[in-house]
């Protein structure tokens, strides 16, 4: 027994609520991470290529693809007759989404066929070889224009209404009515979309995809190959982004490389163009939102009636989940004491919209301090005191219910407000703001502190579950799986920390493994902030499992009660004696105890009726707050992000290092959306802006001057979650909600404040300067 | 001439390649991850916008100021074409970590900073940093911004990117660890050794791709094939193959040739080569006119000023391209030059109408001549942007202006891209201003006469009534910073 480990050691290396790097962070720097078109192609692979209509509503009379197949190395063109057993893909199951158009085009991009060859080169230049002729159709292509040509809905609305929000509308001492255009978003996940299919003997078929989802793949290919389930076994070891952008989009990829591998026998690859990736895959849904609000003449809000209507493109996608997450952030941190809050998700001739970072969330809170933001203005107020009065009470107040009757029993966000303002130093500089606006001809500053509480768990309840598989081999090391995926997230990295912490054993004896429908079945999307918090505690079921048998096991062998084994530091403690972690494995094997486990875990407490617009879909609430200061050229409209402070709360952080990275991140994709990131259609409804030549993401000089933050690291979480911890993925997009309202006030300066701006987003120089003429006007 | 050589040689990493099989169209990406299966490099976007493909290549540089030095530049390997990559040195990041798999400086600190999530932009991230690494080792925030205005990264927001990078640059291993430095001697002769005092010309199929040796190489290939395509730093070439997937036959690349690299400096003005990058030309430029200087610095990013030139700026033509308002305001003009001869023009008449310029087959941009600025005489150029870095502009307005003994426009000079078919001169707004008092209610006037010069589009960049509005606000600017008062913002006072 080597005794030298066991004396000096007393902790393990990568337990959990420590600061520890990317599991993968040095393959990431050294260019040996592999991601799906890095792996060594299966010998003969071919290569895919979407071919796109250009037309954004329109019959198709005839696709004459002769010169597409005539091209020396096309080895065959797929269009939806060539679907084995079905052309739908459609993940809400409306039956609304072929794989390809079959007779009809109905978005500006949409794939009609697809080319397979021998290099990607020849699919792609085949690809636009096709003679299409259409009959046009009349196309929407605006939430404007949907609403107008009669609003056909691509799936159900929702309503959430509590007391009489229009008799106190009328009651109010005051009230207003406004509209707030919110911009869709692109993902730009830095990988784009990838699928690698891989025929196998009989119905067998395992494809590499760079998805959020592995099941859905799964049950997708299965679906069009006419094969069951058990037939398809998907993989992904990594993604290169995702951000929601896949979710449900990978799907057809992945189903056309399986038609392609099925038909010819042979691996087939599909990787588009970063342009046919952001023409043919859907985005962040734009918001038209009409608000009507009443309030007395301190701030204090009566009632709210508000109409959220959506472009959800030509299918609904995830668009029904996206506009009810929208209606489940109205309130942002706000009482309503009257509401009603109505979705409208509009069929448009545009991309299918889907999930990204916040899932309508963030729309829906955007649109909530648009209100507050009227409310400051309308009174001569600072809206952080408009925030202050509407603000949930504690549990109890009777100031605690949501508009979907759900009680908030964790609020934090009066600590939360009050530390950051404090430690930011918000009431001085801004002052000092105004102070500075007076004498600044062309320059002008503005600063402002929005909250952000941000419900947890997916609205459909029976996704909230999540398995794990965990082995120990016989020398010690353990084998980890988990259904849920890594997309730079550091889930991989949170869910080796709670094994390691779990078997009190170094995180490198922790092996992590590509995650895949073949050891982990049923799973979730990674979506919703949810990774950490489902696979987290499956993963910690799996160990438990395990170490109750090794308990027993000890007890047994050692002569003494269960009390008496403990996991320590790399070792089993039984009694006065320490064993080796692996020498106590190897005994456990030999006696015949199992050392594998699949865990599982489901989301406690929860549930939902849509119908009546009524339950506790949220486990629990995450919360966090940003002062951002900024400065505009009223000249040109183009702005300055000098100063952000965020406090943000993460309960008890299950790793300090990669949650921050997550708040920072977050924010600068989150302020992304709000500023620079524009989607811009023409007439014939086409998306210009498919390219990062056309569509500006955050760079570094983008990001604020100065920025700091902080965990709010008194935090734990109220409910039973695996350390204690909160989810991290999507709250932070929405502290950036401070940069637009800040925007907003240097803008107001020009009119001495007396307006409120009403700043659509995204808010580029454009739409600043262009809102300084219409307040120079006033 | 010569016989022609049949192959493009240059050293990858360690291993010195000679082609002799490349297609006109071959792009150095796809060479790395198809051929030789260093997939490290990563393709994000395919149009040298997001960084993901970023590699070092090292070349012989002599602008006719420093001598001969082996640079090493970052470039965007997917739109850099394997036939311009002759007597070079192609460094990826598979080469900088030490054989043991030690990482270095730049990589690890990467890594102690969680500078990577998802990881797919970070390879490119850690070539840009080795880039400044090489160059800079107390670099600001404002060098780092700039080092990495043409890198994407979705997931971090930068911030951890930056300390990394203020991190590495303390971290000096002795040079044996780092592997540019200790084989700069060796490489530098290999490279000259790799040059061809020969026009190489390589047939794939029915493609050709043609590499002159010289000036006059060049001008015969051009007597040959007129209609050749031209391509000195395929920022925008490259895009023509990577997007739309045109042909180039024959491509003839100018990159290497050392006479079109030249920069002259005399009390006169500036001659600046037609191959001269962006990167290059930038301190000669900013030291006779500083408002250049800046502009340059948000041209694309670093690995396209790096790649792309003035002279490729000014030929295509492009109305929005960022380089023609200024040199027309500056009174610039253009040699062209050809098997018969050479010819200069005023730049200005070189752009006739959209996509067509006073260029005749046969001919090629030489060099561009910049007068230097009168003693007294005020210059600015102003662009406007959706993202302030690494963006094609909405509009660009330069200003030029000489006052009088009594503050009258004695002459004048206004220009904007971005509000016409052309790069083109404002002449009402001239006529408004020449002669005038330079005063508020002046500048008020000519900002009016602006809409007789010009009724800009709407885009997906702007509206025409943003164009029109800014380019107003624009000549407002330019009258009041020459009042001393401070109207553009700036998020760092000095770029070192």
């Given at each position: 027994?080597?005794?030298?480990?066991?004396?000096?050691?007393?902790?393990?290396?990568?337990?959990?609520?420590?600061?520890?790097?990317?599991?993968?962070?040095?393959?990431?720097?050294?260019?040996?991470?592999?991601?799906?078109?890095?792996?060594?192609?299966?010998?003969?692979?071919?290569?895919?290529?979407?071919?796109?209509?250009?037309?954004?509503?329109?019959?198709?009379?005839?696709?004459?693809?002769?010169?597409?197949?005539?091209?020396?190395?096309?080895?065959?063109?797929?269009?939806?007759?060539?679907?084995?057993?079905?052309?739908?893909?459609?993940?809400s199951h409306l039956h609304d989404e072929p794989v390809l158009a079959d007779g009809r085009v109905q978005f500006h991009g949409q794939p009609a066929f697809a080319v397979i060859a021998e290099t990607r080169d020849i699919a792609r230049r085949a690809a636009r070889r096709a003679k299409i002729t259409y009959r046009d159709l009349p196309h929407l292509i605006d939430v404007a224009d949907a609403m107008a040509q009669g609003g056909e809905l691509v799936t159900q609305p929702l309503t959430l209404q509590r007391g009489d929000a229009d008799g106190e509308l009328e009651r109010a001492p005051r009230r207003l009515k406004g509209?707030?255009?919110?911009?869709?978003?692109?993902?730009?996940?830095?990988?784009?979309?990838?699928?690698?299919?891989?025929?196998?003997?009989?119905?067998?078929?395992?494809?590499?995809?760079?998805?959020?989802?592995?099941?859905?793949?799964?049950?997708?290919?299965?679906?069009?190959?006419?094969?069951?389930?058990?037939?398809?076994?998907?993989?992904?070891?990594?993604?290169?982004?995702?951000?929601?952008?896949?979710?449900?989009?990978?799907?057809?990829?992945?189903?056309?490389?399986?038609?392609?591998?099925?038909?010819?026998?042979?691996?087939?690859?599909?990787?588009?163009?970063?342009?046919?990736?952001?023409?043919?895959?859907?985005?962040?849904?734009?918001?038209?939102?009409?608000?009507?609000?009443?309030?007395?003449?301190?701030?204090?809000?009566?009632?709210?009636?508000?109409?959220?209507?959506?472009?959800?493109?030509?299918?609904?996608?995830?668009?029904?989940?996206?506009?009810?997450?929208?209606?489940?952030?109205?309130?942002?941190?706000?009482?309503?004491?009257?509401?009603?809050?109505?979705?409208?998700?509009?069929?448009?001739?545009?991309?299918?919209?889907?999930?990204?970072?916040?899932?309508?969330?963030?729309?829906?809170?955007?649109?909530?301090?648009?209100?507050?933001?009227?409310?400051?203005?309308?009174?001569?107020?600072?809206?952080?005191?408009?925030?202050?009065?509407?603000?949930?009470?504690?549990?109890?107040?009777?100031?605690?219910?949501?508009?979907?009757?759900?009680?908030?029993?964790?609020?934090?966000?009066?600590?939360?407000?009050?530390?950051?303002?404090?430690?930011?130093?918000?009431?001085?500089?801004?002052?000092?703001?105004?102070?500075?606006?007076?004498?600044?001809?062309?320059?002008?500053?503005?600063?402002?502190?929005?909250?952000?509480?941000?419900?947890?768990?997916?609205?459909?309840?029976?996704?909230?579950?999540?398995?794990?598989?965990?082995?120990?081999?016989?020398?010690?090391?353990?084998?980890?799986?988990?259904?849920?995926?890594?997309?730079?997230?550091?889930?991989?990295?949170?869910?080796?920390?709670?094994?390691?912490?779990?078997?009190?054993?170094?995180?490198?004896?922790?092996?992590?493994?590509?995650?895949?429908?073949?050891?982990?079945?049923?799973?979730?999307?990674?979506?919703?902030?949810?990774?950490?918090?489902?696979?987290?505690?499956?993963?910690?079921?799996?160990?438990?499992?395990?170490?109750?048998?090794?308990?027993?096991?000890?007890?047994?062998?050692?002569q003494t009660t269960a009390e008496h084994v403990t996991f320590v530091a790399n070792h089993v403690k039984i009694g006065e004696e320490l064993v080796p972690f692996p020498d106590f494995i190897r005994q456990a094997y030999t006696a015949r105890i199992q050392l594998s486990a699949a865990g599982f875990y489901r989301t406690p407490k929860i549930h939902w009726d849509r119908a009546t617009g009524r339950g506790t879909p949220f486990y629990y609430f995450a919360y966090g707050a940003a002062v951002s200061e900024v400065s505009i050229d009223t000249l040109t409209g183009e702005y300055l992000v000098d100063r952000v402070d965020?406090?943000?709360?993460?309960?008890?952080?299950?790793?300090?290092?990669?949650?921050?990275?997550?708040?920072?991140?977050?924010?600068?994709?989150?302020?992304?959306?709000?500023?620079?990131?524009?989607?811009?259609?023409?007439?014939?409804?086409?998306?210009?802006?498919?390219?990062?030549?056309?569509?500006?993401?955050?760079?570094?000089?983008?990001?604020?001057?100065?920025?700091?933050?902080?965990?709010?690291?008194?935090?734990?979480?109220?409910?039973?979650?695996?350390?204690?911890?909160?989810?991290?993925?999507?709250?932070?997009?929405?502290?950036?909600?401070?940069?637009?309202?800040?925007?907003?006030?240097?803008?107001?300066?020009?009119?001495?404040?007396?307006?409120?701006?009403?700043?659509?987003?995204?808010?580029?120089?454009?739409?600043?300067?262009?809102?300084?003429?219409?307040?120079?006007?006033? | 001439?010569?016989?022609?050589?049949?192959?493009?040689?240059?050293?990858?990493?360690?291993?010195?390649?000679?082609?002799?099989?490349?297609?006109?169209?071959?792009?150095?990406?796809?060479?790395?991850?198809?051929?030789?299966?260093?997939?490290?490099?990563?393709?994000?976007?395919?149009?040298?916008?997001?960084?993901?493909?970023?590699?070092?290549?090292?070349?012989?540089?002599?602008?006719?100021?420093?001598?001969?030095?082996?640079?090493?530049?970052?470039?965007?390997?997917?739109?850099?074409?394997?036939?311009?990559?002759?007597?070079?040195?192609?460094?990826?990041?598979?080469?900088?970590?030490?054989?043991?798999?030690?990482?270095?400086?730049?990589?690890?600190?990467?890594?102690?900073?969680?500078?990577?999530?998802?990881?797919?932009?970070?390879?490119?991230?850690?070539?840009?940093?080795?880039?400044?690494?090489?160059?800079?080792?107390?670099?600001?925030?404002?060098?780092?911004?700039?080092?990495?205005?043409?890198?994407?990264?979705?997931?971090?927001?930068?911030?951890?990117?930056?300390?990394?990078?203020?991190?590495?640059?303390?971290?000096?291993?002795?040079?044996?660890?780092?592997?540019?430095?200790?084989?700069?001697?060796?490489?530098?002769?290999?490279?000259?050794?790799?040059?061809?005092?020969?026009?190489?010309?390589?047939?794939?199929?029915?493609?050709?791709?043609?590499?002159?040796?010289?000036?006059?190489?060049?001008?015969?290939?051009?007597?040959?094939?007129?209609?050749?395509?031209?391509?000195?730093?395929?920022?925008?070439?490259?895009?023509?193959?990577?997007?739309?997937?045109?042909?180039?036959?024959?491509?003839?690349?100018?990159?290497?040739?050392?006479?079109?690299?030249?920069?002259?400096?005399?009390?006169?003005?500036?001659?600046?080569?037609?191959?001269?990058?962006?990167?290059?030309?930038?301190?000669?430029?900013?030291?006779?006119?500083?408002?250049?200087?800046?502009?340059?610095?948000?041209?694309?990013?670093?690995?396209?000023?790096n790649m792309g030139t003035i002279g490729g700026n000014i030929a295509n033509g492009s109305p929005i391209g960022d380089s023609p308002p200024p040199l027309i305001v500056l009174g610039a003009s253009v040699t062209l030059r050809s098997k018969n001869g050479m010819r200069t023009l005023p730049l200005e008449e070189f752009f006739i109408a959209y996509g067509k310029q006073d260029r005749k087959p046969g001919e090629f941009v030489e060099s561009i001549f910049v007068p230097a600025l009168p003693k007294g005489d005020r210059f600015a150029a102003y662009k406007v942007s959706k993202r302030r870095d690494e963006d094609i502009?909405?509009?660009?307005?330069?200003?030029?202006?000489?006052?009088?003994?009594?503050?009258?426009?004695?002459?004048?000079?206004?220009?904007?891209?971005?509000?016409?078919?052309?790069?083109?001169?404002?002449?009402?707004?001239?006529?408004?201003?020449?002669?005038?008092?330079?005063?508020?209610?002046?500048?008020?006037?000519?900002?009016?006469?602006?809409?007789?010069?010009?009724?800009?589009?709407?885009?997906?960049?702007?509206?025409?009534?943003?164009?029109?509005?800014?380019?107003?606000?624009?000549?407002?600017?330019?009258?009041?910073?020459?009042?001393?008062?401070?109207?553009?913002?700036?998020?760092?006072?000095?770029?070192?």
């Amino acid at each position: 027994m080597d005794k030298s480990t066991f004396e000096e050691q007393t902790t393990i290396a990568g337990p959990m609520h420590t600061r520890l790097r990317h599991d993968s962070a040095h393959k990431h720097v050294a260019g040996t991470a592999d991601y799906i078109d890095d792996m060594p192609e299966p010998a003969g692979t071919l290569h895919g290529a979407l071919g796109l209509t250009d037309r954004a509503h329109a019959e198709i009379l005839d696709m004459d693809l002769s010169a597409v197949a005539a091209l020396p190395g096309v080895v065959c063109v797929l269009t939806a007759s060539d679907m084995p057993h079905s052309n739908d893909i459609s993940p809400s199951h409306l039956h609304d989404e072929p794989v390809l158009a079959d007779g009809r085009v109905q978005f500006h991009g949409q794939p009609a066929f697809a080319v397979i060859a021998e290099t990607r080169d020849i699919a792609r230049r085949a690809a636009r070889r096709a003679k299409i002729t259409y009959r046009d159709l009349p196309h929407l292509i605006d939430v404007a224009d949907a609403m107008a040509q009669g609003g056909e809905l691509v799936t159900q609305p929702l309503t959430l209404q509590r007391g009489d929000a229009d008799g106190e509308l009328e009651r109010a001492p005051r009230r207003l009515k406004g509209q707030m255009r919110i911009g869709g978003q692109e993902h730009f996940y830095l990988e784009g979309h990838i699928a690698l299919a891989i025929p196998g003997e009989d119905d067998e078929m395992t494809v590499w995809s760079s998805t959020q989802h592995p099941s859905e793949i799964q049950h997708m290919v299965a679906h069009v190959l006419g094969v069951p389930s058990n037939a398809v076994t998907v993989n992904v070891r990594r993604m290169g982004g995702g951000f929601g952008g896949k979710e449900t989009q990978g799907n057809q990829f992945a189903a056309l490389a399986a038609v392609a591998a099925r038909k010819l026998r042979r691996a087939v690859k599909f990787r588009p163009d970063r342009d046919d990736d952001m023409m043919a895959t859907g985005k962040r849904h734009d918001f038209l939102v009409d608000y009507d609000v009443g309030f007395d003449d301190d701030g204090r809000i009566h009632a709210v009636h508000a109409n959220y209507a959506a472009r959800c493109g030509y299918s609904s996608d995830l668009s029904g989940p996206v506009t009810d997450r929208a209606l489940f952030h109205a309130d942002s941190s706000y009482f309503y004491p009257h509401v009603k809050l109505t979705s409208q998700p509009l069929k448009t001739n545009t991309v299918s919209n889907t999930a990204y970072r916040g899932f309508g969330g963030p729309q829906g809170m955007v649109a909530a301090e648009r209100i507050i933001e009227e409310i400051g203005y309308a009174l001569g107020k600072d809206p952080l005191d408009i925030r202050r009065l509407n603000f949930y009470g504690e549990k109890g107040s009777g100031r605690d219910i949501t508009p979907y009757h759900q009680k908030i029993e964790d609020n934090i966000i009066h600590r939360i407000v009050g530390e950051l303002e404090v430690s930011a130093d918000y009431r001085a500089r801004r002052a000092a703001i105004i102070d500075f606006n007076k004498s600044s001809r062309v320059i002008r500053k503005g600063i402002a502190l929005t909250p952000v509480k941000f419900g947890i768990s997916f609205t459909m309840t029976a996704f909230n579950q999540a398995g794990a598989l965990v082995h120990i081999y016989q020398d010690g090391s353990v084998h980890l799986n988990h259904g849920g995926t890594e997309m730079g997230q550091g889930l991989y990295t949170k869910v080796a920390q709670i094994l390691a912490d779990s078997f009190q054993i170094d995180i490198d004896r922790v092996k992590i493994t590509a995650t895949t429908t073949g050891k982990v079945p049923n799973t979730s999307a990674t979506a919703a902030s949810s990774g950490s918090d489902l696979n987290g505690m499956a993963a910690f079921d799996a160990a438990r499992q395990i170490k109750d048998r090794l308990v027993a096991f000890a007890a047994e062998r050692w002569q003494t009660t269960a009390e008496h084994v403990t996991f320590v530091a790399n070792h089993v403690k039984i009694g006065e004696e320490l064993v080796p972690f692996p020498d106590f494995i190897r005994q456990a094997y030999t006696a015949r105890i199992q050392l594998s486990a699949a865990g599982f875990y489901r989301t406690p407490k929860i549930h939902w009726d849509r119908a009546t617009g009524r339950g506790t879909p949220f486990y629990y609430f995450a919360y966090g707050a940003a002062v951002s200061e900024v400065s505009i050229d009223t000249l040109t409209g183009e702005y300055l992000v000098d100063r952000v402070d965020v406090l943000h709360d993460v309960g008890r952080s299950l790793n300090p290092a990669i949650d921050l990275g997550q708040i920072e991140g977050g924010f600068v994709q989150g302020m992304g959306w709000l500023t620079t990131e524009e989607l811009w259609w023409d007439e014939k409804g086409r998306l210009r802006t498919h390219a990062p030549s056309t569509y500006k993401i955050p760079l570094a000089s983008d990001r604020p001057k100065i920025f700091n933050v902080r965990l709010a690291e008194w935090s734990e979480n109220a409910e039973k979650t695996i350390g204690r911890s909160k989810a991290v993925g999507e709250p932070p997009f929405m502290l950036p909600i401070s940069v637009l309202e800040a925007l907003s006030m240097a803008v107001a300066s020009v009119a001495d404040y007396r307006e409120c701006p009403r700043l659509d987003t995204p808010a580029t120089p454009e739409r600043i300067l262009m809102a300084v003429e219409r307040l120079r006007g006033i | 001439m010569a016989q022609a050589s049949d192959s493009i040689r240059f050293i990858l990493n360690d291993t010195e390649v000679a082609l002799s099989d490349v297609a006109p169209t071959a792009t150095l990406l796809d060479y790395l991850r198809l051929e030789r299966r260093l997939t490290g490099t990563k393709e994000g976007c395919a149009e040298g916008d997001c960084g993901a493909c970023t590699v070092l290549v090292g070349r012989l540089s002599n602008d006719g100021e420093n001598g001969e030095r082996l640079v090493y530049e970052s470039v965007n390997a997917c739109i850099r074409f394997v036939g311009s990559l002759n007597a070079t040195h192609v460094v990826t990041v598979e080469r900088l970590a030490a054989k043991d798999g030690t990482l270095h400086p730049v990589q690890q600190a990467m890594v102690d900073f969680h500078g990577s999530q998802c990881g797919f932009c970070t390879p490119g991230i850690v070539m840009s940093l080795y880039g400044l690494w090489l160059t800079n080792d107390n670099p600001s925030r404002a060098a780092i911004e700039k080092t990495l205005q043409g890198n994407l990264c979705r997931c971090t927001g930068y911030e951890p990117i930056v300390r990394a990078a203020e991190a590495a640059a303390r971290e000096r291993p002795l040079a044996i660890f780092d592997p540019i430095t200790r084989t700069r001697e060796a490489v530098t002769e290999r490279l000259k050794a790799l040059r061809s005092t020969e026009t190489i010309v390589i047939r794939k199929g029915a493609d050709c791709l043609i590499v002159p040796a010289d000036a006059t190489g060049l001008a015969t290939v051009l007597d040959e094939h007129p209609t050749a395509t031209i391509v000195a730093g395929a920022t925008d070439v490259g895009l023509w193959v990577t997007k739309q997937m045109r042909p180039l036959n024959p491509a003839v690349f100018i990159n290497g040739i050392a006479e079109l690299q030249r920069i002259d400096r005399t009390d006169a003005g500036l001659t600046i080569g037609a191959g001269v990058s962006y990167t290059a030309a930038f301190d000669a430029l900013s030291a006779a006119y500083p408002a250049f200087g800046q502009l340059i610095d948000r041209i694309g990013g670093e690995q396209v000023r790096n790649m792309g030139t003035i002279g490729g700026n000014i030929a295509n033509g492009s109305p929005i391209g960022d380089s023609p308002p200024p040199l027309i305001v500056l009174g610039a003009s253009v040699t062209l030059r050809s098997k018969n001869g050479m010819r200069t023009l005023p730049l200005e008449e070189f752009f006739i109408a959209y996509g067509k310029q006073d260029r005749k087959p046969g001919e090629f941009v030489e060099s561009i001549f910049v007068p230097a600025l009168p003693k007294g005489d005020r210059f600015a150029a102003y662009k406007v942007s959706k993202r302030r870095d690494e963006d094609i502009s909405a509009l660009l307005g330069a200003f030029r202006i000489g006052l009088d003994e009594d503050n009258r426009v004695r002459t004048t000079l206004v220009a904007f891209g971005g509000m016409a078919a052309t790069p083109k001169r404002a002449k009402a707004v001239e006529a408004a201003l020449i002669g005038q008092p330079w005063s508020e209610e002046t500048v008020r006037a000519a900002q009016a006469a602006l809409e007789s010069d010009y009724q800009p589009i709407t885009d997906w960049r702007a509206t025409s009534a943003y164009r029109m509005l800014a380019a107003k606000n624009l000549l407002m600017r330019f009258f009041l910073e020459s009042t001393g008062e401070t109207v553009q913002l700036q998020r760092f006072e000095d770029v070192a």
